[in-house]
C-alpha cells in the first residue's frame, strides 16, 4: 500500500512528503494516445522566417498581381518541398495567404514534374479549418486527392477542425468520406484518432455513440477505452469514466498507467479545493487511487506526481509542491518542464516570485529547456502586479537572439491585454509588430484584444484599420466585436465610416468565393 499523500501542516507535512510514493519507480510501457494529427513542427529555418515576414508584411488580398507571391510564380525563389512546409507554418494564421501561396507553389517550375508534398495540403487545411472556411478547405482537399498527396492525416486534421468549430456531425461525415479519397477504409487507429479528437473537445457523448456503433466493426483496444474514459473525466463525468473502466475490465483489458492517470488527474484537477476540507476529501481520494493502482502493481510515475503536484499548486500551498518536488527527486524521477511548470505557477501565484526564479534557474541547470507555458506563469503575476519593468525584462529575454524558448502566442496575448489595460499603447504596438514578424499570430484573440482595446479608448480610426485587416486575414469577429465597433462609430457619429468599413467586408467576403468558382463541389450545410 503505498504511504498518504502529504496533508497542510509544517514539519508533518514534510515526513510524510518524505515518506510518498516511497517504492522506486520504473517508466511505465504504456502505449501512447495516436499522434496522426501531427504536423511537421517549426523547424529552424531563415529563409522561411523571411519569406514568411515577406508575405505577411507586403500581400495584398484585394490585388494579388501586386503580392510577393510574383517572386514564387515567376520563379523568382528557389522553393523545395521542405522550405514550402516551413512557409505554411508560419501562416497558419493568415489562412487566404497560406491558400494563395499553395496555388502559386503548385504552379512553380520547382514543382513542374512533381506536386507540392502532402505536408503542405494538410498544413493549409489546418489554416483554413481555424478560420472556419471549411468550404475552401475542402477544395484543397480535392487538389491534394487530384495530386495524389491526400492521406488520413488530411481528414484527421480537418475532422479536429470541424470538431473544434462545435460541427461534430461534419467531422464524423468527413471520417466517413476518407475512403473516397484515399482509396481505403480507416482502420482502428484512425477511428482511434476521430474518438480522441471528440474526446480533447468535450464531446464524449458523441464519441460514445459512435463508439458503440461501430466497435465491432473496429476491435476494441484498450487505445479506444482510455481516450473516451479521458472523455469523460474532461467533462467531469466520473461515473461514466467508471462505467468504461469496469467495462474495459469485463471485456479482459486491462487498465495501464496511462488509464489509471487519466482517472487521477480527473479527481485532481476538477475537483473544488477551498475550504480546506475540500482539499482534504481530494487528497484522500487521489490516495485511494494510488492504492488501488498499488494493488494492481502498478507504480505511479512522473505524470503522477505532475498531476498531484497540480493539485497543490490550484490549492496555492508552496510548502506541500516544494516537499513532493524534493521528495519525487529523491526517488530519482526526472521532473519534466510540466513537473516544473506547475510547482513555478504555484510559487508565483502565492507571491513568491524570488523562490519561483530560483527554481527556474535550477531547472534550466538540469538540462530542461523551459517552455512558453513556463514564462507564462511570470506574466500573469506581472500583469496582476501591474510589474510593468519586470514584464518587460522578462519579454525581451524570451526573444533575444539565441534564446532557446522564444514567446507563443498566449504569452502575446497576455502581454497585449496588459498594456491595454494599462493604456500604453505604443509598448502594445511594439509587441504586435514584434508578433507578426516572429509569425507566431495574431490570432483571433489578439485581434479581438487590440479591437475591444481601441474601441475603449475611442481610438476609432485605429479600430477600424485591425478589424478590417482581420478580415482580409480570414478570421470571422466574433458578435461583439461587431456590435461593440458598430455601437461605437454610430455614438462618435461616424456611420459613414461603418457603412464604408461594410462595403469593404462584403467586398472582400465576395472575392473570396470568385477565387474557387472554377471547383465544382457541393459544400456540407453548416
Not at 527527486?329 to 510559487?347: D, F, H, N, Q
Request: charged share 25%; aromatic share 8%; glycine share 6%.
Amino acid at each position: 500500500m503505498p504511504p498518504p499523500l502529504p496533508a497542510a501542516g509544517g514539519s508533518a507535512a514534510r515526513a510524510a512528503a518524505v515518506r510518498l510514493l516511497c517504492t522506486a519507480t520504473s517508466p511505465a510501457d504504456a502505449a501512447s494516445l495516436p499522434h496522426l494529427l501531427a504536423l511537421p513542427p517549426v523547424a529552424p529555418s531563415p529563409a522561411a522566417d523571411e519569406l514568411a515576414r515577406l508575405l505577411l508584411a507586403h500581400h495584398n488580398p484585394f490585388h494579388p498581381a501586386e503580392s510577393p507571391l510574383q517572386l514564387l510564380s515567376g520563379g523568382g525563389v528557389s522553393l523545395s518541398g521542405d522550405l514550402l512546409v516551413q512557409i505554411l507554418i508560419r501562416l497558419r494564421g493568415a489562412s487566404k495567404l497560406a491558400l494563395s501561396l499553395l496555388h502559386a507553389a503548385r504552379l512553380h517550375p520547382c514543382f513542374a514534374s512533381t506536386r507540392p508534398p502532402a505536408n503542405a495540403y494538410d498544413a493549409v487545411v489546418d489554416a483554413l479549418g481555424r478560420a472556419r472556411q471549411f468550404d475552401a478547405a475542402w477544395r484543397v482537399v480535392v487538389d491534394a486527392s487530384a495530386d495524389g498527396a491526400a492521406s488520413p492525416r488530411t481528414f484527421a486534421v480537418l475532422a479536429r477542425r470541424y470538431v473544434a468549430a462545435g460541427m461534430t456531425r461534419q467531422a464524423i461525415r468527413a471520417f466517413d468520406d476518407m475512403e473516397a479519397f484515399v482509396g481505403r477504409k480507416p482502420d482502428a487507429g484512425e477511428f482511434a484518432t476521430l474518438l480522441d479528437t471528440l474526446c480533447k473537445y468535450k464531446y464524449p457523448k458523441v464519441a460514445t455513440e459512435i463508439f458503440n456503433k461501430r466497435k465491432y466493426k473496429y476491435e476494441s483496444n484498450e487505445k479506444m477505452y482510455t481516450i473516451l474514459i479521458y472523455g469523460w473525466c474532461k467533462v467531469n463525468r466520473s461515473d461514466m469514466a467508471h462505467k468504461f473502466l469496469k467495462d474495459m475490465i469485463g471485456h479482459g483489458i486491462e487498465p495501464n498507467i496511462v488509464t489509471y492517470n487519466i482517472l487521477l488527474n480527473s479527481i485532481c484537477r476538477h475537483a473544488s479545493l477551498h475550504p480546506d476540507n475540500r482539499f482534504d476529501k481530494t487528497v484522500q481520494a487521489a490516495e485511494g487511487l494510488l492504492k488501488e493502482m498499488h494493488d494492481k502493481r502498478i507504480e505511479p510515475d512522473v505524470t503522477s506526481y505532475s498531476i498531484i503536484l497540480h493539485v497543490y499548486s490550484r490549492a496555492h500551498k508552496p510548502e506541500l509542491c516544494l516537499c513532493m518536488f524534493h521528495s519525487m527527486k529523491e526517488r530519482g524521477i526526472c521532473p519534466t518542464v510540466a513537473t516544473y511548470t506547475s510547482v513555478i505557477k504555484c510559487l508565483a501565484s502565492c507571491g513568491r516570485l524570488e523562490d519561483a526564479e530560483t527554481l527556474l534557474d535550477e531547472m534550466v541547470a538540469e538540462g530542461v529547456c523551459p517552455s512558453p507555458a513556463t514564462y507564462n506563469c511570470f506574466f500573469k503575476e506581472y500583469q496582476g502586479r501591474k510589474d510593468v519593468s519586470g514584464a518587460l525584462q522578462l519579454y525581451n529575454k524570451m526573444k533575444a537572439p539565441g534564446s532557446p524558448t522564444a514567446p507563443d502566442i498566449h504569452t502575446y496575448n497576455i502581454l497585449l491585454g496588459m498594456f491595454i489595460k494599462l493604456d500604453r499603447y505604443g509598448t502594445v504596438m511594439e509587441i504586435w509588430s514584434n508578433m507578426c514578424e516572429s509569425t507566431v499570430g495574431p490570432d483571433l484573440d489578439s485581434y479581438t484584444l487590440l479591437i475591444h482595446g481601441f474601441c475603449n479608448s475611442k481610438k476609432w480610426r485605429e479600430a477600424c484599420q485591425f478589424f478590417m485587416e482581420m478580415i482580409e486575414k480570414g478570421f470571422l469577429p466574433q458578435k461583439i466585436t461587431f456590435e461593440t465597433l458598430y455601437r461605437g462609430l454610430i455614438q462618435a457619429d461616424m456611420l459613414r465610416t461603418w457603412r464604408r468599413l461594410k462595403r469593404r467586408v462584403d467586398e472582400e467576403a465576395a472575392k473570396f468565393g470568385d477565387e474557387f468558382k472554377l471547383y465544382h463541389i457541393k459544400p456540407y450545410k453548416r
